[in-house]
């Protein structure tokens, strides 16, 4: 009898029209290119680069119609029409009547932070992201973490691993008091989790709190739409919500958000922030002509903004969301048939290598996470990121380096970028570099810049 055919397979809701070629360099090539790069996969050259997963922030592929959209770029330098239907786009999706635009989340988080923060207040937050606390902290506040435990652990699989843990926010109100808290920053998914969702249901337990104790709640929404995939495939009563409405109601709860646009809309450039908060919002366009240009361009081209608004309604489409989220699965899926250790469940926008366990024999101030990003590229020239001990900085009081529980490297897919074969070729890549992990051997810095020191940082083999 013939085998019942089950239809489970899902594809990619496009066809290709542009490619740029990419080519394979000797292991020779990279070995002399990731010396001379520092062992920093941040400061080699894109060129000596074969599968590109160091970030999916601007690396985007954008669609024919985004593509058309930047023929229709109106370079006024004031009042151009694209910045108006980037707006009108922000309303309808995002649901907040006022918006600023800027040439990227850091310019928006910068304004944020020095809007709402007085200098000795604290930010508690669902972990930690780089650029969003180092604003946080140059605004005079002190972060802290309340995300729960759990979202430490790279094995525990929990579905909603973004999650705030009440009690522990709860703990730090009673001991600084409401009034010193200047803003709970909430992300989801979470990136330096794994790209772990936040519930709804733990969302709306944060916003009942704020309002209680009279605490502003704000959203890092820079991929917000996987947060949203991810409710209505996990948590109950979303099924039949469209993603869309999904994250309308996920914005419905936040004083005001900003956004990174080169991740959730398939753009190269771009950020923004929107709010309900008129006060915030005129203070904001305050500052935004000093670092930014004017209000109705933030540091963009009239066709950037065109091409985000456009990304805007592609972004919510289910096909696009669920396709971006099943490469991610797929890799994961394919590396675990090698039992090679990443941070579980799976989460929206990258693989997260556990190097802890994968280099279990080097210690963390030898940079294990570091040392296996490096010694991926070098296998096969797939560059991947460190999400660890040097990502996580030095503490601003002690100047002690901060030893975060995961140590992750992180393969992050760029939107309608790579097929299955690329991702193919970066799994039996690392697999190699398992069967070989023994040899490998940790690193020193000799280079450490003040800020961000993972974009920077310079490295040496031990
Ligand atoms: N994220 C990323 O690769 C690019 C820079 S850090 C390596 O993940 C969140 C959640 C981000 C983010 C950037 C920013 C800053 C804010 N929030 O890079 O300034 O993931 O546009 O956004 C990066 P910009």
Partial sequence: MAKKIIKKSWAEPFKIKVVEPIKLTTREHR?????????????????????????????????????????????????????YSLWNNVKKYYGMPYFVPTHQGRAAEHMISKILIKPGQYVAGNMYFTTTRLHQELAGATFVDV????????????????????????????????????????????????????????????YDYCKTHKIKLWFDATRATENAYFIKEKE??????????????????????????????????????T???????????????????????????????????????????????????????????ELAKFGIPFVKPIGGHAIFLDAKRFLNHIPQNQFPAQTLA?????????????????????????????????????????RRVYTQAHIDVAVESIASVYDERKKIKGLNMIYEPKYLRFFQGRFEKK
């Avoid at 997963?53 to 985007?60: A, E, I, R, V």
């Avoid at 990121?385 to 393969?411: F, I, N, Q």
């Fill in 31 to 83: 070995e002399k290119a990731a010396k001379e790069a520092g062992y920093n996969t941040f400061l080699l050259k894109s060129e000596d680069v074969y599968i590109d997963l160091l970030t999916d922030s601007g690396t985007n592929a954008m669609s024919d119609y985004q593509w058309a959209g930047m023929m229709l770029g109106d370079e006024a330098y004031a009042g151009s029409k694209n910045f």
């Fill in 147 to 206: 995300i729960i435990d759990e979202a430490h652990e790279a094995t525990n699989e929990h579905p909603f691993k973004g999650n705030i843990d009440l009690k522990k926010l709860d703990k730090l109100v009673q001991e600084v008091g409401a009034k010193k808290i200047a803003y709970i920053s909430m992300a989801g998914p979470v990136n330096m989790a794994g790209g772990q969702p936040f519930s709804m249901k733990n969302l709306q337990e944060v």
């Fill in 236 to 273: 109950k009563g979303y099924k039949d919500k469209t993603i869309a409405e999904i994250l309308k109601e996920m914005c419905s709860y936040f004083e005001g958000l900003w956004v990174s646009a080169k991740k959730d809309l398939m753009v190269n450039i771009g950020g923004f922030l």
């Fill in 275 to 333: 709010t309900r908060n008129k006060k915030v919002f005129e203070e904001a366009r305050n500052m935004v002509v000093v670092y930014e240009g004017l209000h109705t361009y933030g540091g963009l081209a009239g066709r950037d903004m065109e091409a985000m608004a456009r990304g805007i309604e592609e972004m919510v489409e289910y096909d696009n969301v669920r396709m971006r989220i099943k490469q991610v699965e797929y890799c994961g899926n």
């Fill in 374 to 414: 490096t010694e991926i590229y070098v296998d096969s020239g797939v560059r991947g990121m460190e999400r660890g001990v040097v990502s996580a900085g030095r503490d601003p009081k002690t100047g002690d380096h901060r030893y975060p529980k995961l140590e992750l490297v992180r393969l992050t897919f760029p």
